[in-house]
């Protein structure tokens, strides 16, 4: 079965507690492909890409983040990922 790709959307306290570097660290450890940046409104937006039990690991992380996060809330959705796309970047 090919990658699949998925883009969730963290609420909570997440900006400012090293949540888009401790994501990173785990994608890559899952073997993911994508990125995570920090929008305007307060969230942080993880878009990745790898197989869908890869996926399933790292929404559940996303819960509870590292830990000096407070997560409130993820938003997931399907999502498309240019397949040239390398590595997993902080934006």
């Not at 994501?23 to 307060?42: E, P």
Request: charged content about 25%.
């Amino acid at each position: 079965m090919g990658d699949v790709a998925m883009r969730f959307l963290v609420a909570g306290k997440v900006q400012g507690v090293w949540f888009r570097a401790s994501t990173r660290d785990r994608a890559q450890a899952l073997g993911l492909r994508g990125h995570a940046r920090n929008l305007d409104d307060g969230r942080v937006e993880v878009l990745a890409a790898g197989s869908q039990e890869a996926l399933q690991q790292l929404a559940r992380w996303l819960q509870r983040g590292p830990p000096n996060a407070r997560v409130e809330h993820v938003e997931a959705e399907p999502a498309e990922l240019d397949p040239a796309i390398e590595g997993f970047s902080i934006r």
